[in-house]
Structures are given as C-alpha cells and as structure tokens.
C-alpha cells in the first residue's frame, strides 16, 4: 500500500515562502493523479493544485501564480513551493497520490 508522508510545514509570517514535500514509498511514475490539498480549521478540504499523468497541472484559482506543484521522480517526491503566504492560506496540506492521503502537515502564516 502506498504511504505518503509531508514535510516543510511551519510557521512563516505573510509574504513568506515554504516548500512542501511529499515522499512516496514507492515509485509514482504512473500515478494518475498526483495533487496537494487543504483544510482550514472549521472548513472543509479543498483542492490546491494537482498533476496529472499526462502532465497538465491545475491550480485552484487561490494557488495561481503563487504555488507551484512539482515532482521527482528519481526521489518519488512531489513538492509545493508556496510563495507570498497569506494568512488564509493557513491549513493543514495534505498530499494525495491516487487513492492514497498523506497524514496532513500544518502550515500557520501570521500576519
């Protein structure tokens, strides 16, 4: 069964940056759906940004030209560089790879 596990969360005040990554535990080469996700306290997941295996990426309209969703392969590792945090972009990310969910890592932006 394949397990996700995120890194780079933490704390960053706003117009900060993060890169988050994601390590899968085996090869996701031929994954089909390979995006990132976030809940906010008192709200419910919402989608930020997924590759596809044919390689079209899509960003929710909150995440474009700030975020940047990007994989390595050689490392099965996919990341989100988070540029120019805003408060509301505080959540817990999760990374999801086809039908398995990483266990979610928090990202707080003070203002």
């Known amino acids: 069964q394949l397990q996700l596990v995120e890194s780079g969360g933490g704390l960053v005040q706003a117009g900060g940056s993060l890169r988050l990554s994601c390590a899968a535990s085996?090869?996701?080469?031929?994954?089909?759906?390979i995006g990132w996700y976030r809940q906010a306290p008192g709200e419910q997941r919402e989608f930020v940004a997924y590759?596809?295996?044919?390689?079209?990426?899509t960003y929710a309209d909150s995440a474009k030209g700030r975020f940047t969703i990007s994989r390595d392969n050689a490392k099965n590792t996919v990341y989100l560089q988070m540029n120019s945090l805003k408060p509301e972009d505080t959540a817990v990310y999760y990374c999801?790879?086809?039908?398995?969910w990483g266990q979610g890592i928090l990202v707080t932006v003070s203002s």
């Open positions: 999801n790879v086809d039908a398995a």
């Open positions: 590759v596809g295996r044919n390689g079209i990426i």
């Open positions: 085996r090869n996701i080469f031929n994954a089909n759906f």
